[in-house]
């Protein structure tokens, strides 16, 4: 954390130095939400808003820069910190509900985005205020603008998952579906890339007081912010080498990997989809009659599409009105030229 903080630091101080009036610095506050195999409503896989559950809408926090290419051309940096979380018991979904999983996921983001502004008004005055440029007397100046945003971010997150418990456990070093053994996929990794795109709007006071509110979406390239993705592994392979099944690290492996609704035929409470069968876990009987280990790999996620976030923001900025060093020996060196030349005017 202090390392990226650090770096984010040492990229931004040569552009604190020139031209300062082009710059603003900010918070931004919010809510964070997730779109992945977890939770979800009655239906199965929907894209974007469609899918997300508000009760599990976490906060974030964050910081940016933002530096002012043309009238209506902005590059912005930022920096977030969010948590996303989902769980199976909430889902309208049979199938998933009586699946059962459920994560937490803490996110850092670094972020680089392009800004358009399609909309702008200018002429917003303030009261008292006597024209729309300066507000005149006892004015202000103020000002709104619309923008889409894009770009590009880079994240580190380590999901979560509850034991017996209620504690949370990091899950990837679990390999809860198989990953690092043999024939599957090494363990995935806890940072990666994202596409940004998102829209907001912005209100400018004084021209130097921004508030403003921005909807952004982020496309990862992985399906594991859940730590969801494939199918339910044969548990055999979790085993330690000394096939140990006793061991607090099997059985940990054991109880992640497959947390379905295990109450009896007769409890009313139970699954309707977890009633009608074995629909969860590993089928041992399938595979010996196939004889293939994979033929008793039931789907446990949807490895067709990636995970993907979405963060609501509220943004309060200040606007640097200073100017750089070069504007200011240009407009002094100005000054006196101008300053000489009525001296001179007033010998005559």
Known sequence: MRKIILIALVISIPSLVFGQYKKEVGIMLGGA?????????????????????????????????????????????????????????????PARNGRRLDFKNNIIELGVLGEYVFYQNNGMKGRGGRGSRGGGRGGSKRDFRAYVTGGIAWFHHNPKGTDANGDWVKLQPLGTEGQGTTGKAAKYKLSGFAIRLGAGASYTLNRTYRIGIELGWRTTFTDYLDDVSTVYVNPERFEKPAGDKTSASYLQKVYFYDKSDKRPD??????????????????????????????????????????????????????????????????????????????????F
């Open 266 to 347: 007769d409890d009313p409470n139970r699954s309707e989809v977890a009633a009608n069968g074995k629909n969860y876990g590993y089928d041992a009987e399938r595979a010996a009659k196939a004889g293939d280990e994979k033929a008793g790999e039931q789907k446990r996620g949807d490895d067709t599409h990636n995970d993907s976030y979405m963060l609501l923001q509220l943004k309060l900025g200040y606007v640097l009105k200073g100017k750089s060093k070069y504007y200011r020996s240009k407009s002094s060196y100005v000054s006196r030229s101008k300053y000489k030349k009525r001296r001179v005017r007033a010998k």
């Open 33 to 93: 939400s997730y779109l992945g195999e977890i939770g979800g409503k009655e239906k199965t896989r929907r894209d974007f808003v469609m899918d997300t559950k508000l009760s599990q809408t976490r906060t974030n926090e964050g910081i940016y820069f933002r530096y002012k290419v043309k009238p209506k051309i902005f590059v912005t940096g930022t920096f977030n910190h969010l948590i996303i979380r989902g769980a199976d018991t909430l889902s309208l979904n």
